[in-house]
């Protein structure tokens, strides 16, 4: 298993932009999908952004394709997601998660999470 912790989060003016940091420690970091999920108040956790293992596949929600940008890098056992043109309705609690099934998009497929940061956009 890896131990995982975000940071970043904060209070943006919408069409704004945040970086969020999600840095891993234990083993075999590099042999994981990682992903991006959030939760917002009242709603379920949804997934955001997924990176393959070698950083060479990403995928995103349609909700953020286009805005968001995930990387990694596995020197440094870290996974960061660029939210730029932020909306008042990606106001939510950010998950970092690690799993080993490629192209992951579902909280199962994710053994490990981080305790989240939260991202508020005002209007």
């Known amino acids: 298993q890896v131990q995982l912790a975000e940071s970043g989060g904060g209070l943006v003016q919408a069409g704004g932009s945040l970086r969020l940091s999600c840095v891993a420690s234990?083993?075999?970091?590099?042999?994981?999908?990682m992903g991006w999920f959030r939760q917002a108040p009242g709603k379920e956790r949804e997934f955001v952004a997924g990176?393959?293992?070698?950083?060479?596949?990403?995928y995103y929600a349609d909700s953020v394709k286009g805005r968001f940008t995930i990387s990694r890098d596995n020197a440094k056992k870290t996974v960061l997601l660029q939210m730029d043109s932020l909306k008042p309705e990606d106001t939510a609690v950010y998950y970092c998660?690690?799993?080993?099934?490629?192209?992951?998009?579902?909280?199962?497929?994710?053994?490990?999470w981080g305790q989240g940061t939260q991202v508020t956009v005002s209007s």
């Open positions: 998660a690690a799993g080993s099934k490629s192209y992951a998009n579902r909280q199962t497929d994710f053994g490990s």
């Open positions: 234990g083993r075999a970091f590099s042999t994981y999908t």
């Open positions: 990176i393959s293992w070698s950083g060479g596949n990403t």
